[in-house]
């Protein structure tokens, strides 16, 4: 499941104070699905989708591609105007294969910045593993980045 749509899933919730309980009561399903949703374990059918949306009042493409308006950063390049505490906690929610992928388009700057932060990766290696890649691929990944940044400081705010 996309790491983007279960972190905004949550931040839905949290965002009309609701508990996860009180969501599970509300769609008539178990808190333990709504768990599943928020930790990325599986994804809501379409009929809950749908259930959700309406709650909301939003579409069901919002939740399965949620727009995230900038709150922190704008580009890939921003990373480095957060805190190392603060971003840290966001990329350990992405693989290493997805970090270093978005990385493959980043400048040297932003490349030591998280080879310092994640000592235990071996980023030369998986860049030689990845290969060649689509500058689509590198771009979209950053894209998630952003909007993972974006979305915990909105979250932060609640």
Not at 91 to 107: E, I, P
Request: charged share 25%; net charge negative; hydrophobic share 40%.
């Amino acid at each position: 499941m996309n790491i983007i749509m279960s972190k905004y899933l949550q931040f839905l919730r949290k965002s009309h104070n609701y508990t996860q309980d009180d969501l599970a009561k509300k769609l008539d399903i178990s808190r333990q699905a709504i768990s599943k949703w928020e930790t990325g374990t599986t994804l809501p059918d379409l009929g809950v989708l749908l259930k959700i949306s309406k709650l909301y009042g939003i579409t069901i493409n919002d939740i399965l591609e949620p727009s995230i308006q900038p709150q922190r950063i704008t580009d890939f390049e921003q990373i480095s105007t957060i805190s190392e505490k603060e971003l840290r906690e966001v990329l350990r929610q992405f693989d290493a294969n997805s970090l270093v992928t978005a990385l493959m388009g980043a400048s040297p700057e932003a490349n030591r910045l998280c080879e310092r932060m994640f000592p235990d990766i071996d980023f030369e290696m998986i860049r030689n593993n990845i290969g060649r890649i689509r500058i689509e691929t590198v771009e979209d990944m950053q894209s998630q980045i952003i909007a993972m940044i974006n979305l915990q400081a909105i979250d932060r705010k609640l």
